[in-house]
């Protein structure tokens, strides 16, 4: 399969970022590994992709941010846990229905037949 890259993502980060997040919290290596699982290797980010977006998403509220607490268990610095809120999850249902239509028009169009 061709790796996606960070050009095609733009524009569907922000929903795929809010996905992971709405299944559980996680720091953001965390969240660039899953949408990379989740995509079935065919998706790859560099953190100066996903990084803006976890910041611009935090500054609109529909994510939050606490530094853990714990770090005692493992080694390295502390890290950002990031959680979606209320209000992000009601943005990842409006973008899912977004996603939806979009995908309906594209392929109504690409599928056609000749």
């Known amino acids: 399969m061709e790796k996606i890259d960070g050009n095609k993502l733009r524009g569907h980060l922000d929903a795929m970022v809010l996905s992971v997040l709405d299944q559980r919290d996680a720091h953001g ?53 990031y959680h979606i809120t209320v209000k992000g999850k009601k943005e990842l249902n409006r973008q899912r229905v977004t996603w939806r239509q979009f995908v309906d028009v594209v392929g109504n169009i690409v599928e056609a037949p000749k």
């Open 29 to 81: 290596f965390e969240i660039m590994q899953q949408i990379e699982k989740q995509g079935s290797g065919a998706l790859h980010m560099k953190e100066g992709t996903l990084y803006p977006a976890l910041y611009r998403l935090e500054e609109a509220g529909l994510v939050k941010a606490q530094w853990e607490d714990d770090t005692s268990s493992r080694r390295g610095p502390r890290r950002r846990i």
